[in-house]
Nanobody, 124 residues
Framework: QVQRVESGGGLVQAGGSLRLSCAAS????????MGWFRRPPGQESEFVAA????????SFADSVKGRFTLSRDKTKNTVVLQMNSLKTEDTAVYFC?????????????????WGQGTQVTVSS
């Protein structure tokens, strides 16, 4: 089992920044992909970003590219999603996910481990 705990959500004005963290525990996450997904109000979950734990390769949705960054802290088993220049359309519940795989995949269906989610609200 890989447990994940998200933190860092909240309310911010458009143009502001938030930092989401996902702390993983339970077993070594070497060989895992750590992903972030979000579910806007009344919509389906969508891919935001992901990183390979071993190599640090990243992938971003076009909607967040250039505004969001993703990094990992191997000493803390933590992945950090830095969100800058936030827009009202970024409002959603954000979920951290993990799965053991070699390459990044964007479908939420392939991720077997999920956190509880954290709310991000961007006001105009």
């Amino acid at each position: 089992q890989v447990q994940r705990v998200e933190s860092g959500g909240g309310l911010v004005q458009a143009g502001g920044s938030l930092r989401l963290s996902c702390a993983a525990s339970g077993r070594t996450i070497s060989g895992y992909v750590m992903g972030w997904f979000r579910r806007p109000p009344g919509q389906e979950s969508e891919f935001v970003a992901a990183i390979t734990w071993s190599g640090g390769d990243t992938s971003f949705a076009d909607s967040v590219k250039g505004r969001f960054t993703l990094s990992r802290d191997k000493t803390k088993n933590t992945v950090v999603l830095q969100m800058n220049s936030l827009k009202t359309e970024d409002t959603a519940v954000y979920f951290c996910a993990a799965e053991k795989m070699v390459i990044i995949r964007r479908s939420p269906n392939v991720y077997g481990y999920w956190g509880q989610g954290t709310q991000v609200t961007v006001s105009s």
